[in-house]
């Protein structure tokens, strides 16, 4: 009905012109609203820019290597078969490298790590009861267990192990004008805290705090300045370090 009524209103207007014109008969198409929505919503979509890494389950997970930065501050007592005793101070400031490796399910995080610095501490007890005692360090190193939680690119942690420092005792009588050295590698738990914050993808940078209890030694020298000392040393630790995290395998 709709084509017969096209039709007669194009030959009345054609007719007054003193033109006819031969109308043929068209098949309407159907276009379907949703079928253009869907043209023009899929021809919108850009392709993304590159992949995108999310900082979720297991991108913490993986090998890493670091360099460290530290300032350590240790503290050692001893006591004479005199009766005398006492304790002083030493620190240093160090630099060493650290290496280990971290799994991850879900926010868990857990791993081992290895670590090596310079110790050029150094501190002694200032000439008390007329001999200067004094330890200085030459270097240190720890075995540890690390576990965290992931908060995004943010991982707090707690950080466990054993550590090793090796370190020379010496006895100086001023009397006399005599010394005795004692060099040892002294061992002990170390234990601590940290933060660690992914900077990019395969960076990352972290604070830790960490103590050290080194344990006792035995240091006897009579032959040099007649004495002798048991003494403790401890050391705590606040470490910064940079650190590459390697990309994991992709899994098959």
């Not at 007054?16 to 979509?45: C, F, K, M, S």
């Not at 991982?155 to 370190?167: E, H, K």
């Not at 006792?216 to 705590?236: G, K, L, P």
Request: aromatic share 12%; net charge negative; charged share 20%.
């Amino acid at each position: 009905m709709l084509r017969a009524v096209l039709a007669l209103l194009l030959a009345t207007a054609t007719a007054h012109a003193g033109q006819y014109w031969e109308v043929e008969e068209t098949t309407l198409v159907e276009v379907r609203p949703t079928q253009y929505q869907e043209d023009v919503y899929y021809g919108n979509i850009q392709p993304a820019a590159g992949p995108r890494v999310r900082w979720g389950n297991g991108q913490w997970q993986g090998l890493h290597v670091g360099i460290t930065v530290q300032r350590d501050n240790g503290k050692t007592s001893y006591k004479s078969p005199y009766g005398t005793s006492d304790t002083f101070k030493d620190s240093g400031t160090n630099v060493g490298g650290q290496v280990g490796y971290t799994w991850q399910s879900g926010p868990l995080t857990y791993g081992v790590e290895g670590d090596y610095a310079t110790s050029n501490n150094k501190g002694d007890d200032n000439f008390a009861f007329g001999q200067q005692d004094k330890i200085k360090g030459k270097w240190q190193a720890s075995a540890r267990g690390r576990v965290g939680v992931a908060v995004g690119r943010v991982m707090p942690y707690a950080t466990a192990g054993w550590g090793w420092q090796n370190t020379t005792y010496t006895i100086y009588d001023d009397i006399l004008g005599t010394s005795a050295n004692h060099q040892e590698i002294l061992n002990g738990p170390t234990y601590g805290a940290g933060v660690e914050v992914a900077l990019t993808d395969r960076i990352t940078t972290r604070g830790e705090f960490r103590r050290t209890d080194y344990g006792s030694d035995q240091f006897d020298a009579y032959t040099s300045v007649a004495s002798a000392r048991e003494y403790e040393h401890n050391q705590d630790s606040f470490i910064w370090s940079l650190n590459y995290r390697f990309p994991e395998p992709p899994a098959r």
